[in-house]
């Protein structure tokens, strides 16, 4: 089962040339993610976490992948409302 998560980690953080989000991912500013994933939260929680240094903030959290439960945001990078309508 796909589920959809909100990523944020600190945008400061020395972040790699490109991170494996085991799943589909759309950027929405710098170190803010939706993720689309087969991985438990912990399971990609953990991932993400090892790639990032040891010190960078991290937060994932579950997301409704319903219609009625998509997020509602504005002034963000492009393509992030028809992103969650392909996936």
Known sequence: M???YLLWFDP????PESLDFHGDAHVLADGFWMVR????RSKLYHRIKWQLPDDAA??????DDSRD???????L???????LREG
């Open 2 to 4: 796909t589920d959809l």
């Open 12 to 15: 400061e953080a020395d972040e």
């Open 37 to 40: 994933s087969d991985l438990t």
């Open 58 to 63: 991290l937060l994932l959290a579950p997301l």
């Open 69 to 75: 439960g998509w997020p509602k945001f504005k002034g």
């Open 77 to 83: 990078a492009e393509g992030a409302l028809k992103w």
